[in-house]
């Protein structure tokens, strides 16, 4: 993008994350965008890394894996998402979800996977949530799949 020295300002959309997520309207002075454009670029580009260096590691597990004995737990803690379930009876309403998807080869080389979703009134992304998550969908797990030795862990980013 060239800006010309004629403008002062720059009108801008942004997302912007608090207790959930929206897309707002920013009008800030020419130097202070060309500031926070190249901060967030260099996050970007530190984010695109991670993302494609996960996702080439994340493809060669379920290539690699052993069958049977080997799975990928994949959780996805959603923050800032509600669940809302409605009929004519009941109304209920969730703040927050847990989601996960479970991984697995076959003795045939073919992969299966199996969901798994935890829905809690906590919205507080901590070590000790995920660890109460665990302790409900490891037995879980076990019964479905008794073979089962050993996990790989996925998840987006709790920092325990």
Avoid at 56 to 64: A, D, F, Q
Avoid at 95 to 122: F, M, P
Avoid at 139 to 151: F, V
Wanted: glycine share 4%; aromatic share 8%; proline share 2%.
């Amino acid at each position: 993008m060239k800006i010309s020295q004629e403008v002062d300002e720059v009108t801008n959309q942004q997302w912007v994350s608090t207790d959930r997520t929206e897309l707002i309207t920013v009008t800030e002075a020419k130097g202070d965008f060309i500031d926070k454009l190249s901060s967030q670029i260099i996050k970007l580009t530190r984010h695109s890394f991670t993302a494609k260096s996960q996702s080439k590691y994340m493809s060669h597990l379920k290539n690699t894996m052993k069958p049977l004995e080997e799975i990928i737990l994949q959780g996805d803690f959603a923050e800032n998402y509600s669940n809302v379930v409605q009929d004519e009876i009941q109304s209920f309403h969730w703040d927050s979800k847990q989601a996960t998807v479970a991984y697995r080869r076959r003795e045939d080389g073919t992969l299966e996977h199996t969901n798994i979703c935890i829905i809690t009134d906590c919205r507080e992304h901590s070590a000790t949530n995920v660890h109460a998550y665990l302790e409900l969908a490891v037995p879980h797990l076990r019964r479905k799949w008794p073979e089962m030795q050993k996990i790989n862990y996925f998840t987006d980013g709790c920092a325990g």
